[in-house]
């Protein structure tokens, strides 16, 4: 019966977005105010979307990054292609389509390199002859690390919590001081995919299933045009990534990426990976935004 209902709010918001006739890009009003960066006037986008993570933690190698900094996901969306459920994404209007929050890395750069750890008898020495500089403080930024285009929706997938909700190729910025402002794990050429579901994963090991949820199904907004999906939470435990590079520039990343690398984990196979994403999650059809000006 639950499934059923969630078939027919499924079905009801896209036959709305069918009869969508595409709008220029304005400033909307009120709560649909949010969608400010939609693609209205792209003839295939159907959805806007924006999704906002509040809190969670990204697991990368050895190393446990909590997310305090919100983090925002904005655009639209058009009609899933295929047997998967995916649907195309649209890039947000103002090029920012996943947002740039810094998180803090729990004990700063000590916290990533910790020389003791390291079993390699001249990376350990490397290290803790590099390290003395005193530079401590250390953030993670998940980045965008192709096109918003390569970016996937699974709405029915999120709301029946099965499959893919969100596939995302990202990577993740090492931000200091020492680190100069290439440190990279993941890249245009080699990204991380991150293929979150709201129901339950299913990793190689020594990862273990965990699930996600579509939150609590609401509608808000002026004649309740937009479906929020309050405490949503997102998963993936079953992701690789590779090792870092770029870190402290040109010639000085062939002492320190080996070090990065050899302190966290990294490169990490799939299983040994994990992100977990809480979230708010607002859609409204195209058709219903553009008619709040």
Not at 16 to 38: I, K
Not at 171 to 195: A, D, M, R, T
Request: charged share 15%; aromatic share 6%; with cysteine.
């Amino acid at each position: 019966m639950k499934r059923r209902r969630l078939a027919g709010v499924a079905a009801a918001v896209m036959v709305m977005a069918a009869l969508a006739v595409p709008g220029m890009a304005s400033a909307f009003s009120g709560e649909y105010a949010e969608f400010n960066n939609c693609p209205t006037s792209n003839p295939e986008a159907i959805k806007c979307q924006f999704a906002t993570t509040t809190s969670g933690e990204v697991v990368l190698g050895s190393k446990k990054v909590p997310i305090v900094n919100p983090v925002i996901v904005q655009g639209g969306y058009g009609f899933p292609v295929g047997e998967t459920g995916l649907a195309p994404f649209f890039a947000a209007t103002n090029g920012v389509t996943l947002s740039k929050s810094p998180q803090p890395v729990p004990g700063g750069l000590a916290g990533l390199v910790n020389c003791k750890e390291i079993t390699n008898f001249i990376l350990k020495a490397a290290c803790e002859w590099t390290f003395e500089n005193g530079l401590t403080g250390l953030n993670s930024t998940v980045e965008l690390a192709k096109p918003a285009t390569e970016i996937r929706v699974g709405e029915a997938n999120l709301l029946f919590q099965e499959g893919v909700a969100l596939r995302m190729p990202v990577k993740f910025h090492l931000e200091n001081p020492f680190l100069g402002s290439g440190c990279y794990v993941g890249s245009s050429s080699n990204p991380v995919i991150w293929n979150l579901t709201s129901g339950t994963t299913a990793p190689p090991a020594p990862n273990k299933p965990i699930s996600g949820s579509r939150g609590k199904v609401e509608f808000k907004g002026e004649d309740e045009g937009i479906l929020r999906l309050n405490g949503a939470k997102l998963v993936d435990n079953a992701w690789a990534a590779p090792g870092a590079t770029g870190c402290g520039g040109a010639i000085v990343e062939l002492l320190l990426d080996p070090i990065i690398n050899a302190a966290s984990g990294l490169p990490a196979a799939a299983g040994k990976n994990t992100a977990i994403l809480n979230n708010t999650i607002d859609s409204s059809p195209v058709e219903v935004v553009v008619t709040h000006p």
